[in-house]
């Protein structure tokens, strides 16, 4: 999703971008709930004929010595004005290759530490060399995560040191001109977020491609850290949010770690009714969305009108869905994020008693929606305790789980929900966009103190914090926290002071939207960090 904000936003701006990345034939995936409540995966595929055209070019790239084809399927991005970028999607799925290499660019986070490492090659290494073939006339290659790292290599070997020019004990490789062409942004605090492999398996799928002690030099020497082989040979390194960059400064000490927060498209996920009130007022809000300030010049019957209709959207998908009605004219608690252990999906519902006695004193409905990555066990109990415990709230509490999340049930639930729930275990929430999405669209966030809501949280204001920030001993007590702010705050504003409600609703419109989008987000990338 941020990925494709940022292409959309790169367009509107005119800059001189293209992206690459896998063609991922067979998706992330389609996710089925059964009687039980497991999530099952199904692979999600897709035609790229339909959306790309294939482009007659070819490179490639030796693997365990032999050559690995690699074609570029190329999607244009059209934005509304008529701008366009290039999307490179590199697909393995060539006659050329062995059937084991066909299937290399087939499945996201898919396979063994060899298929990985393989996968990474074609991305990074396979990835500059199409770019080149195409005659792009790059200078700078802005690396999101660790996974694009081995593009340094190519680089590397592209600025070699002729030998009669080397001091002693000095690396063969130009590393200063490498650094001045590399950004490089980290985009997670979680410490299985980081690939790292082997020195052997490298060995055998790419022997002597670089030289061996220069490399664990920069890239560790037990096993080769991506990340950082990434910080090492980028000029300019930056995290997703101020809390985020702080958070990698202490994983990877030494490193000077800069801060872009992210931020939303917001032409993409603002509900058409409050685009067109948009429209109406500001018609400049899509290029230059810092416009939005003025929205705090609106009335509040007007974004009350926009959120009904938008909440109506969500009411109908719901029963669309899953069959079951929501009432309009109770508050209505969204929650949708990858369902994964730091996100805490069950912190909600940590004491059921305590949850429906509260309930019954001021109603309340929940939808929830999420995917668990296919290897994460204990994402994937999170969704099957969390379908056990609906069962039996049924009756006492209203709460729906919408499977399959998407960008459709993303859009409705971001503008449907009256308030929208975050509960990362901090400081492991890099940034999160989702709360950015419902604020566009007058949602407020009820949310713990990490990532981006530390920037953007302004208590009873734009929204409100769940406990305080910082401390093992609060992390322990963020359920109580969540309850408390929910039944003595939130919940009786909602019902006892409307006109409060829809008066912070229009503050985290214009204290918000107004700069976490991505068109600042962009521009700070070209200023800061690929024109330096």
Avoid at 126 to 132: D, F, N, P, Q, W
Avoid at 447 to 459: H, K, Y
């Amino acid at each position: 999703m941020l990925a494709g904000d940022t292409a959309r936003s790169c367009a509107e701006l005119e800059l001189p971008v293209v992206f690459v990345t896998l063609l991922s034939r067979a998706g992330y995936f389609r996710q089925e709930i059964d009687a039980e409540g497991r999530q099952i995966e199904h692979p999600d595929w897709w035609e790229p004929e339909r959306w790309c055209a294939p482009l007659n070019a070819m490179v490639a790239v030796d693997i365990e010595q032999k050559p690995v084809w690699i074609r570029p399927w190329l999607y244009i991005h059209s934005c509304p004005h008529g701008e366009q970028i290039p999307i490179l999607l590199l697909d393995t799925q060539l006659d050329q290759n062995v059937e084991q290499d066909r299937v290399l660019t087939h499945y996201l986070y898919g396979g063994d530490e060899t298929y990985r490492l393989k996968q990474e090659t074609v991305l990074g290494i396979g990835g500059i060399r199409i770019l080149r073939a195409l005659g792009f006339d790059l200078h700078t290659y802005h690396l999101n995560e660790g996974h694009a790292a081995l593009l340094t290599l190519d680089l590397l070997n592209r600025w070699r040191i002729p030998l009669q020019d080397l001091a002693p004990g000095e690396p063969p490789y130009d590393i200063a001109e490498v650094r001045s062409r590399c950004v490089f942004t980290t985009h997670t605090p979680v410490d299985t977020g980081h690939d790292r492999f082997s020195y052997e398996v490298l060995d055998r799928l790419l022997p002597d491609f670089v030289d061996l002690d220069t490399l664990k030099h920069l890239a560790g020497d037990d096993r080769l850290n991506m990340t950082r082989l990434a910080l090492n040979l980028s000029d300019y390194v930056n995290g997703v949010a101020t809390r985020h960059a702080q958070t990698t400064e202490h994983m990877f000490p030494g490193y000077r770690i800069h801060a872009i927060t992210n931020g939303v498209h917001v032409g993409t996920w603002t509900h058409p009714a409050f685009a067109k009130l948009y429209d109406e007022n500001f018609p400049q809000w899509q290029h230059e969305p810092e416009i939005l300030v003025r929205a705090l010049q609106l009335s509040e019957e007007a974004i009350w009108e926009c959120h009904r209709r938008a909440k109506q959207d969500l009411v109908e998908l719901v029963r669309a869905s899953v069959g079951a009605d929501l009432d309009p004219d109770i508050v209505i608690l969204g929650f949708a994020r990858r369902m994964t252990g730091y996100k805490r999906p069950l912190l909600l519902f940590e004491d059921p008693g305590r949850l429906t006695a509260l309930a019954g004193q001021h109603p309340f409905q929940v939808v929830m929606a999420g995917k668990a990555h296919p290897r994460d066990d204990a994402g994937k109990e999170a969704v099957r305790r969390l379908h056990e415990l609906l069962r039996d709230l049924r009756g006492k509490l209203t709460c729906v789980f919408l499977p399959d999340y998407d960008m459709q049930i993303a859009a409705a639930m971001v503008s449907g929900c009256d308030l929208w729930l975050n509960t990362p275990l901090p400081p492991l929430e890099a940034s999160g966009t989702s709360g950015m999405k419902a604020a566009l669209n007058g949602v407020i966030n009820l949310s713990i103190l990490d990532g981006w809501w530390i920037e953007a949280c302004v208590e009873g204001v734009t929204g409100w914090s769940i406990g305080h920030d910082g401390g093992a001993e609060a992390e322990q007590r963020h359920a109580g926290a969540l309850y408390d702010k929910l039944e003595r705050t939130v919940l009786p504003l909602y019902y006892e002071n409307p006109a409060q409600w829809r008066w912070m609703m229009k503050q985290a419109i214009g204290n918000i939207a107004y700069y976490f989008n991505s068109q600042r987000m962009m521009r700070r990338y070209a200023s800061e960090a690929y024109l330096r």
